[in-house]
């Protein structure tokens, strides 16, 4: 069974960084490409980054490019996502979510249930 | 950036019934890259269509996609009481953007 758990939201102060992970397991990790969705309270969906199965292809949302960084460690199963000079509009719950194929630009087939970033002074 | 506008905003319909929801894109999605998924309050996005027409396994065979270019839709034949929910759509052919969302409502 697919299950994918992300950790390590909480609340920060504006300006300040902080960094998501999710724990994949169930399935060949380093087959598949990873991306962070987001939801801002009460609010739709947003693609927030993105990356291959061997980090060779990365993509973010403009929203978040030169401030977010998306990595991974096959070795541990494990997707990350640094946070830096964060603003209260990225106030949201994040999901990790895998895609069928190891390349970066496609859709969803898994999701995480979230982990929840305030950022508020 | 393509943007996806899906409508009603709100569907109001009753158990049995047929919904019909709309995915508009702002230009031409290639290849038909485009995906529906239904969220359920407090849960996490489930996939439901891929590739614009595709079920995604274990996905009932009332829900069903259509479309190409820049105009989809995805059809609910007849409502069961757990298909009350918010549906996106996710374009995936250029970068990734997502739809508002379609809330669709018990009458």
């Known amino acids: 069974e697919v299950q994918l758990v992300e950790s390590g939201g909480g609340l920060v102060q504006p300006g300040r960084s902080l960094r998501l992970s999710c724990a994949a397991s169930?399935?060949?990790?380093?087959?598949?490409?990873m991306h962070w969705v987001r939801q801002a309270p009460g609010k739709g969906l947003e693609w927030v980054s993105g990356?291959?199965?061997?980090?060779?292809?990365?993509g973010y949302a403009d929203s978040v490019k030169g401030r977010f960084t998306i990595s991974r460690d096959n070795a541990k199963n494990s997707l990350y996502l640094q946070m830096n000079s964060l603003r209260a509009e990225d106030t949201a719950l994040y999901y990790c979510?895998?895609?069928?194929?190891?390349?970066?630009?496609?859709?969803?087939?898994?999701w995480g249930q979230g982990t929840l970033v305030t950022v508020s002074s | 950036e393509i943007v996806l506008t899906q409508s009603p905003g709100t569907l109001s319909l009753s158990p049995g019934e047929r919904a019909t929801l709309s995915c508009r894109a702002s230009?031409?999605?290639?290849?038909?890259?485009l995906a529906w998924y239904q969220q359920k309050p407090g849960q996490a996005p489930r996939l439901l269509i891929y590739?614009?027409?595709s079920r995604a396994t274990g996905i009932p065979d009332r829900f069903s996609g259509s479309g190409s270019g820049t105009d989809f839709t995805l059809t609910i034949s007849r409502l069961e009481p757990e298909d009350f929910a918010v549906y996106y759509c996710q374009q995936y052919g250029s970068s990734s953007t997502f739809g508002q969302g379609t809330r669709l409502e018990i009458k």
């Open positions: 590739g614009a027409s």
């Open positions: 230009q031409s999605v290639s290849s038909s890259y």
């Open positions: 979510a895998k895609a069928p194929y190891s390349v970066a630009g496609t859709y969803f087939d898994y």
């Open positions: 169930g399935f060949t990790f380093d087959d598949y490409a």
């Open positions: 990356i291959s199965w061997n980090s060779g292809s990365i």
